[in-house]
């Protein structure tokens, strides 16, 4: 079974421009899950999409968000782009519901934004 | 109240050593507790995971204890390898939210 994908794999944009990231979940994974990753702040859960549906949100501001399409694949989106925006940004997908496994969740190996 | 904390920041083990990473949570919802290793230019790996049901579990070399009434679990990784050098992170859970609240991680590295 492929794992979790993400792509670009590096991206490098300047202050005030939008940026959009995209997410594989692995097959047959409902939930797809974004957390920011910062040497300062740790892994940070930003948000997390189930059925094409936002179930849950962190405390990022609104210039960061997301949607989920029928296939499950998942793109975050970040507006306005801050140098403090700079990071590690990682999908992880799980069932999201059912069974014993359902909260399991597999990493992808992330996207390294750095804003200039 | 939803602050998972970890430590040591960091830990370096002889190889054949136990390697021993402590965690504390506050919040009694939280019912799933996994543990993480990432390496370097890579993203977090699925180790282990617990649920408060249960005091202990062991898979290969690696095994969480948990502890209920003091809400505080532990890995602990027996024979520690030079290849289990890495950054490894606790976290928690609760019900179907899809929000892993991460430990702040510690640095192991095994001296061999």
């Known amino acids: 079974k492929a794992g979790v994908t993400q792509t670009p794999r590096y991206l490098i944009k300047t202050r005030g421009q939008q940026v959009t990231l995209s997410c594989s979940p692995i097959?047959?994974?409902?939930?797809v899950s974004w957390y920011q990753q910062t040497p300062g702040q740790g892994l940070q859960f930003l948000f997390e999409y189930f059925s094409e549906t936002q179930r849950n949100k962190g405390n990022f501001p609104g210039r960061f968000s997301g949607r989920q399409f029928s296939n499950s694949r998942s793109e975050m989106n970040v507006s306005t782009l801050e140098l403090g925006d700079s990071a590690l940004y990682l999908c992880?997908?799980?069932?999201?519901?059912?069974?014993?496994?359902?909260?399991?969740?597999?990493f992808g190996p992330g996207t390294r934004l750095t804003v200039l | 109240q939803q602050q998972v904390k970890q430590s040591p920041q960091s830990l370096i083990v002889q190889k054949g050593g136990i390697s021993i990473i402590n965690c504390a949570y506050e919040?009694?919802?939280?019912?799933?507790f996994p543990w993480y290793q990432q390496f370097p230019g890579k993203g977090p790996a699925l180790l282990i995971a617990i649920r408060p049901d249960v005091s202990e579990k062991k898979e290969g070399r690696f095994t969480i204890s948990f502890n209920k009434s003091a809400k505080q679990f532990s890995l602990h990784i027996m024979d520690s390898q030079p290849g289990d050098s890495a950054t490894y992170f606790c976290?928690?859970?609760?019900?179907?939210?899809?929000?892993?609240?991460f430990g702040q991680g510690t640095t192991l590295q095994v001296k061999p």
């Open positions: 919040n009694t919802a939280f019912d799933y």
């Open positions: 976290a928690a859970q609760w019900g179907n939210t899809g929000k892993l609240i």
């Open positions: 992880a997908s799980s069932l999201g519901r059912g069974g014993s496994s359902y909260n399991e969740q597999f």
């Open positions: 097959s047959g994974h409902r939930s």
